[in-house]
């Protein structure tokens, strides 16, 4: 999805990520065949996690953004272990049944004591030749959503095919019309979450006496 020149490179118990856009990459699809799916138990999951975050050299980043499968299992309980200070956003789309599963991640995230900080919902609208909106996937998902968790709604990014063109070229609309309606739409949630700054985290068992 991000067309990198090199791929990662082992170096003794390091792993140097690849590098595209001006951006640090990595990802379980190099280190597995592109026909192999990933069947892993708890272990090894905890395991591949644990090795991206803490054994690969990000340098000093801005943000150490994770990407993770929808539901509530394995991969978020590691991330409440290895990274406790990790933030969550709940990537959503308007209909009521993506709704209940990304309301499910967030609720499991807070039970793992992990700050739940915005909803963004995608694919939120289609914007005709004729410069009509058309509600593809229904409306008001991520806004009900949001008011649900009581956290704000950061973006509703519209569903746009130039978008899913740069994820099968590697090429992202970002950086190929960064003037675009959408590509400007990404850098307004990426200065909302900028301007959020990093959540307080209070906990009972780290109260000084």
């Known amino acids: 999805m991000v067309a990198a020149a090199t791929e990662p490179v082992i170096l003794g118990d390091t792993v140097v990520p690849t590098y595209a856009h001006g951006v640090r990459w990595l990802s379980m699809g190099w280190f597995v065949s592109d026909d192999q799916p990933v069947i892993w138990r708890g272990p090894l999951l905890h395991k591949a996690i644990t090795q991206f975050v803490t054994e690969a050299w990000w340098g000093e ?13 394995d991969v978020a309980l590691t991330l409440s272990q290895v990274v406790p200070s990790a933030e969550m956003y709940v990537v959503t789309t308007p209909q009521p049944a ?5 309301q ?3 609720l499991a995230a807070k039970k793992l004591r992990l700050s739940v900080r915005g909803v963004i919902e995608n694919m939120s609208y289609f914007v005709g030749d004729d410069a009509t909106r058309y509600e593809l996937f229904g409306a008001g998902g991520g806004e009900s959503l949001a008011a649900d968790l009581g956290i704000p709604l950061l973006a509703q990014l519209a569903f746009v095919p130039a978008m899913r063109e ?12 960064p003037a675009s309606a959408i590509a400007l739409a990404f850098a307004a949630l990426a200065s909302r979450i900028d301007a959020q700054g990093p959540a307080r985290v209070y906990r009972q068992e780290l109260r000084l006496s």
Do not use: F, H
Request: glycine share 16%.
């Open 61 to 73: 980043p801005d943000y150490l953004l994770i990407d993770m499968p929808p539901g509530t299992g």
């Open 98 to 102: 993506a709704q209940r599963v990304a």
């Open 104 to 106: 499910r991640s967030a």
């Open 166 to 177: 740069g994820g099968d070229t590697g090429r992202p609309v970002a950086v190929t019309e």
